[in-house]
């Protein structure tokens, strides 16, 4: 509450009086204003979470894709100049966000339409990917993904800036697919912007949440988790061969960024109104115990400074502490795992796992020590781990359904020594994998396609595979040292 004199705190001192009156109220003031600095304080430690995101006159730390249009820094501001007869150009950021508050202010030549990527990607070789049944294909070195619109041209009369759009791939979110209504959308923006001028866009994405102001004017506020992670992109639009655009100019200036990504093994306030609850709790073993004991393992795993790390016993299966899995069995979920290999590691986190159920070889046949039964998120080295290349058609690679589905061959891995993020969601009999914010595969539990899969593997022998209405999670133990953190779930309702 602000402090308003002669309210909450008089703005005088009595010329006469009690002398311990007057210095017992001096001392109040001071104390009140001491707590008023730090209030302040922590503002600014606040606004100091934003940094400067456009690049020095080198623009380095940032690479240009697609097309050939010229950026350069003017001053404090970079400009994008357009080129006959190029695609797209986009000027993106080396390195990547997740979660976090972006803010910059643009100047757009009224002829042009631009905007402004946000966890986008860009793939070496031709892709293609699933939404809503169906598939889009995305050529090699396409920028595609999130785009924040500038959309200002008055002889569309359109007007959607600020505005959601998926560049490449879906098209227009919102006003879209999404959610909203396109012309309440444009007379709003019709009021909004501010032609010929500078104009202010705010972006919060925060887990799967993505919202939007223009002008300090809310636009967009949707849920949508497609991708998680990706580059910040300044796009220069085509424009064909229409000389009266030649040279036209989109200026970006103040523009900073905040990374709101939430400190390992916590759930953000956002993620427990949504259901999400930690797995692991980053400190201990609750919650977790030996596949094949009552009580977490004496031996083989290690918890420090927030990680839990399944150390390296020779490269066996199970045979160093053995796997562990959760007191409680789960139907419905999504399950986040963000884990990190070494070189050459094999490891694997495994859903609906039967701890009664024997062991199996690599051939299907029954086993004396082993993996505990269940589907299997694949973790492992690809370059370095012999089990790359066996299976069928890269079906243990890593992010695949082991011995079943291969991950498609699109997947962004991280290198060893970096951190990777497993996403695993079962909803009824639908199940989706997904690395880095990207998804590598679908199946549905129980189908015909399915049980053709599991008859050609090497869980053929076991009825009813994968099936089961219930089971654990499981984080397995194969003899390499695999560190694992920031395990959330979120139970779904049937």
């Known amino acids: 509450m602000p402090v308003k004199p002669g309210v909450y705190w008089p703005n005088w001192v009595p010329r006469v009086g009690c002398p311990k009156l007057v210095a017992m109220m001096v001392k109040s003031r001071l104390l009140f204003f001491s707590f008023c600095g730090l209030m302040f304080g922590s503002q600014v430690a606040v606004a100091q979470r934003f940094v400067n995101l456009l690049p020095g006159k080198d623009l380095s730390g940032w690479v240009k894709r697609g097309g050939n249009a010229s950026y350069a820094m003017d001053g404090n501001e970079l400009v994008g100049s357009c080129v006959l007869n190029t695609p797209n150009s986009f000027l993106c ?41 169906k598939t889009i294909d995305i050529p090699a070195k396409r920028v595609h993904g999130y785009q924040i619109e500038i959309d200002p041209e008055p002889t569309r009369d359109r007007w959607w800036t600020a505005g959601l759009y998926d560049e490449g791939q ?14 309440a959308f444009t007379e709003a923006g019709r009021k909004l ?22 002008n300090g004017k809310a636009c967009v506020d949707v849920q949508d988790s497609f991708v998680t992670r990706g580059f910040i992109g300044l796009q220069v639009h085509g424009i064909g061969n229409d000389k009266t655009k030649e040279g036209a100019q989109v200026r970006f200036r103040n523009m900073r960024i905040a990374d709101m990504t939430p400190k390992d093994n916590t759930v953000t306030r956002e993620e ?34 927030g990680v839990l790390t399944v150390l390296s016993s020779g490269g066996a299966e ?104 497993a996403r695993i969601l079962v909803q009824g009999s639908h199940v989706e994998h997904w690395l880095n914010g990207i998804k590598v595969l679908e199946y549905e539990r129980g189908s015909a396609a399915y049980r053709d899969l599991v008859a050609e593997s090497k869980y053929k022998s076991i009825p009813g595979f994968g099936e089961w209405p219930e089971g654990h999670i499981l984080l397995q133990e194969h003899g390499d040292r695999v560190s694992f953190k920031n395990v959330k779930i979120r139970e779904i309702k049937p």
């Open 93 to 133: 950021s080396e390195r990547t966000y997740s979660d976090f508050i972006l803010e910059y202010d643009f100047k757009v030549d009224p002829k042009l339409n631009s905007g402004v990527q946000i966890r986008s990607e860009c793939f070496d070789q031709k892709t293609q990917i699933t939404w809503r049944g």
């Open 170 to 183: 879906r098209d227009w979110l919102f006003p879209g697919s999404l959610g909203g209504d396109g012309k």
């Open 193 to 214: 912007f501010k032609q010929g001028d500078w104009n202010h866009i705010r972006v919060e994405a925060i887990g799967a949440s993505i919202k939007t102001w223009l």
């Open 318 to 421: 199970s045979a160093g502490g053995g796997d562990i899995v959760t007191v409680k069995n789960y139907r419905q979920f999504e399950l986040t795992v963000d884990f990190k290999i070494t070189e050459g590691a094999n490891s694997g986190i495994k859903y609906f796992t039967q701890t009664n159920l024997d062991p199996i070889t690599t051939t299907g046949q029954k086993a004396t020590t082993g993996s505990a039964i269940g589907l299997e998120f694949q973790i492992l080295d690809d370059e370095k781990h012999p089990d790359a290349k066996l299976g069928r058609d890269g079906d243990r690679t890593v992010g695949s359904l082991y011995d079943l589905i291969p991950a498609v061959k699109s997947k962004r891995t991280n290198p060893v020594g970096a951190w990777n993020t």
């Open 272 to 305: 427990a109104a949504a259901g999400w609850k930690l797995l692991w709790d980053g400190k201990t073993s609750s919650g977790w115990r030996g596949a094949k004991l009552e009580t977490f393992p004496a031996k083989g795993w290690e918890i420090s400074d």
